[in-house]
């Protein structure tokens, strides 16, 4: 809240951004090498899905991926942002890779949901970003719980607190859980992301918090750094 947020969608093969944010459009360039981010509800945004046809496949292989996801980060002229997320798909591939080695990456979100399947895939991609040195802010749990729009049962149909267990096991923070919740995936559909359209809901808090808990993380993080730094002291002599 007050902070300048850009969003990169790394997600090459499949870009979500531009539907979720309700974007439609071309970026403009004004000199005829960068790109314009395009912006909604304060946020701006690059998308491969700005430059295509909603329907067209990306079918390339892995090098042509990588310089894609290269010219969206280098070529977008990002107007004094304070935190740029980049929206990664699933794996730990060339994406993954790429960014690590390009970028001066603060830290890395994990999303998954409780169940077992997921959380090898989320362990995989928590041991890669430590190996290429990448600190783990948290794990978010998606689908953490349904709770019926009818009678109200709450149930935990992909299992229970098994983000909160690999949180445990791996010493990392539990930034918090997402329900399963038809009205998540409306807003979404919509291009009204829930904390725009029903921002003193239940659901937006819970992203709210976790907004929180890595704004601080990369306030730490920055700190840190500064200190590395040695300090310079001019003595008039």
Aim: charged residues 25%; hydrophobic residues 40%; aromatic residues 6%.
């Amino acid at each position: 809240e007050g902070a300048q947020v850009g969003v990169l969608d790394a997600d090459i093969y499949g870009p979500s951004q531009p539907m979720m944010l309700g974007i439609s459009g071309r970026p403009e360039s004004k000199d005829g090498k960068t790109l314009e981010p395009l912006e909604a509800w304060g946020v701006q945004a690059m998308s491969i899905g700005f430059l295509i046809d909603t329907d067209t496949p990306m079918v390339w292989r892995g090098p042509m991926v990588t310089q894609a996801l290269e010219q969206l980060l280098k070529d977008t002229n990002w107007r004094d942002l304070d935190y740029l997320i980049v929206d990664m798909p699933p794996g730990t591939g060339d994406i993954q890779l790429t960014l690590a080695q390009k970028v001066p990456v603060t830290g890395a979100v994990i999303v998954t949901t409780p169940q077992d399947i997921a959380l090898i895939d989320a362990r995989k991609g928590l041991k890669m970003f430590e190996k290429v040195g990448v600190p783990i802010v948290g794990i978010v749990e998606n689908m953490s719980i349904h709770v019926c729009s009818n009678c109200g049962h709450a149930e935990a149909i992909f299992g229970e607190g098994g983000a909160e267990r690999m949180c445990k096991d791996y010493k990392v923070p539990f930034l918090g859980g997402l329900p399963l919740d038809i009205r998540i995936r409306e807003q979404a559909d919509s291009g009204r992301p829930t904390v725009v359209a029903d921002p003193d809901g239940k659901i937006a808090a819970v992203y709210k918090e976790i907004a929180r808990k890595t704004a601080v993380f990369v306030a730490q993080k920055a700190e840190d750094f500064t200190a590395r730094f040695p300090s310079i002291v001019v003595q008039n002599t």
